[in-house]
Structure formats: C-alpha cells, structure tokens
C-alpha cells in the first residue's frame, strides 16, 4: 500500500526556518517524482515546488523561491521541504503529492500525504 | 503561467440530480488536465485525469470531458458522498496550477 507521511509542522515566528519530511513507503521511491502542495487555512491549493526522480529537475512557485528548498534522500525513501524566511503567508497545510507515472516529471498527482500544519506567527 | 477558471464556486443540489462543473484555462493545454476532490479535513484525491481518464476504483458516476480550453466535470447523479470541495489542475506547463474550486453541497 502505498503512503506518504508528513511530519515537521509546527509554529514559527515570521523569519524563522522549517524543515518538513515526507516518508514514503509501499512504493518504488526512486523513480517517481514527487511534489509539495500547500493549503492556507479555508483556501485553495496552491502547488509550491517539485522534484524529479534523480532530483535531476527541481521546479518552484514564484511564491516560494529563493526562500524554499526541496530535496529528497532516495535511500531514506524521503522527500524534504526546507522552508527558510518564513511568512506569514506561508502559514498552510503542507501536503506531499506523487506523480503519476514513472521517470515523468509532470503529471496528475495520484497519492497524497496526510498534509502537516505549518502557522507562522508571532 | 496558466489561469485556470473554474465555475461555479460553489453549488447546491439535491441527491440524484447531475453536476456540472466547468474549468477554462487561459491558453490551450491539450488534455492536460485533472480533476480532485476534497473532503473537508482530508487530502485531495485524484479522480479523473488527462480530461477523461478515470482513475481506478472511481465510481462511474463521475466523468470528465474536454480539450484545449475548456473542460467540464460531471457527477451523472449526485450522491450524499460526493459532498467536497472538486479542483481541476494543468499540468501542461510549469506551474501546475489549480482552479479555485467548488464546493458541492446537498440541497
């Protein structure tokens, strides 16, 4: 069975950093790229940044580059969100989303984590 | 990027009746466009993909249609169930980016 399970939300102050994981597991990890979605409290999704299978092509929203860095560890079957100079924009449930085909960079997103908090605030 | 508009925003409809939803992107996408529901609380769940794929284990109750600009998403007869926030998304070119969604309730 495939999953995926967030973890490392949690308050910050406006500035601070976060580093969010995903931990996959039930699927062949290495070859599929993988994304971060992001949900503000009573809004739409918004998709925040992307990583190919060989972290070969890495991709942001204009909302978060510069100040965001994805990574993955295809040993550890784990996706990575580092998120520094935080906003309080930036204040979402952060999902993690696979694409649907192998080796593909793009495509439909056909699983999805559970989504961890991430509140910026003072 | 590509703006995706989806319509209408939100809806109310009694049990039985058809659904229509429809999302128009700003420059043509081919059939690069997807379709997911989201139930309050939970993560989006892919339900049809490339326009009119459905996605396994789907019921059939919900179909998608289109090409180009404009795309419609059906669900033939609303069940208690389908209650959710539907978004569609393209994928044809960086950002893939989402409509606003809309929210179907039951009348």
């Known amino acids: 069975e495939v999953q995926l399970v967030e973890s490392g939300g949690g308050l910050v102050k406006p500035g601070g950093s976060l580093r969010l994981s995903c931990a996959a597991s039930g699927f062949t990890f290495s070859s599929y790229s993988m994304n971060w979605v992001r949900q503000a409290p009573g809004k739409g999704l918004e998709w925040v940044s992307s990583?190919?299978?060989?972290?070969?092509?890495?991709y942001y929203a204009d909302s978060v580059k510069g100040r965001f860095t994805i990574s993955r560890d295809n040993a550890k079957n784990s996706l990575y969100l580092q998120m520094n100079s935080l906003r309080a924009e930036d204040t979402a449930v952060y999902y993690c989303?696979?694409?649907?085909?192998?080796?593909?960079?793009?495509?439909?997103?056909?699983?999805w984590g559970q989504g961890t908090l991430v509140t910026v605030s003072s | 990027d590509i703006q995706m508009t989806q319509s209408p925003s939100s809806l109310s409809a009694s049990v039985g009746d058809r659904v229509t939803i429809t999302c128009q992107a700003s420059q043509d996408i081919s059939n690069y466009l997807n379709w997911y529901q989201q139930k309050p609380g939970k993560a989006p769940k892919l339900l049809i993909y490339d326009a009119s794929n459905l996605e396994t284990g789907v019921p059939s109750r919900f179909s998608g249609s289109g090409s180009g600009t404009d795309f419609t998403f059906t669900i033939s007869s609303l069940q208690p169930e389908d209650i959710a926030t539907y978004y569609c998304?393209?994928?044809?070119?960086?950002?893939?980016?989402f409509g606003g969604g809309t929210k179907v309730e039951i009348k």
């Open positions: 989303a696979r694409v649907y085909w192998v080796y593909d960079s793009s495509g439909p997103f056909d699983y």
């Open positions: 990583i190919s299978s060989s972290s070969s092509y890495i």
């Open positions: 998304q393209q994928y044809d070119n960086l950002p893939p980016d």
